[in-house]
Nanobody, 124 residues
Framework: QVQLVESGGGLVQAGGSLRLSCAVSGRTLSASAMGWFRQAPGKEREFVAANNWSGIITYYANSVKGRFTLSRDNAKNTVYLQMNSLKPEDTAIYYC?????????????????WGQGTQVTVSS
């Protein structure tokens, strides 16, 4: 059974940083593409970042490009989202997602497994 568990969310002031982690069990991370999405209150879930099985090819939403960095440690079966220069508009529940193919995508519907989410709140 594939499980994804996010951690690292919290409350931070604008301009601060957080690092989210997503621990994967039940599937080898090196055979999977991974993505991060977020959902703010009253809004639809939106793409944040994704990478392919090796982590070499990474995609970012324009709103986070240059501030967020997606990385992975396949040996630890864990992916990370380093978030710097946080803004109040980054406030959302952040979800990691796994796709059972090697290539990542920005489309949420193409991911096969999801974590439960972790809350990120950025105060102004």
């Amino acid at each position: 059974q594939v499980q994804l568990v996010e951690s690292g969310g919290g409350l931070v002031q604008a301009g601060g940083s957080l690092r989210l982690s997503c621990a994967v069990s039940g599937r080898t991370l090196s055979a999977s593409a991974m993505g991060w999405f977020r959902q703010a209150p009253g809004k639809e879930r939106e793409f944040v970042a994704a990478n392919n099985w090796s982590g070499i090819i990474t995609y970012y939403a324009n709103s986070v490009k240059g501030r967020f960095t997606l990385s992975r440690d396949n040996a630890k079966n864990t992916v990370y989202l380093q978030m710097n220069s946080l803004k109040p508009e980054d406030t959302a529940i952040y979800y990691c997602a796994l796709r059972e193919v090697a290539i990542g995508t920005i489309r949420a519907a193409e991911y096969d497994f999801w974590g439960q989410g972790t809350q990120v709140t950025v105060s102004s």
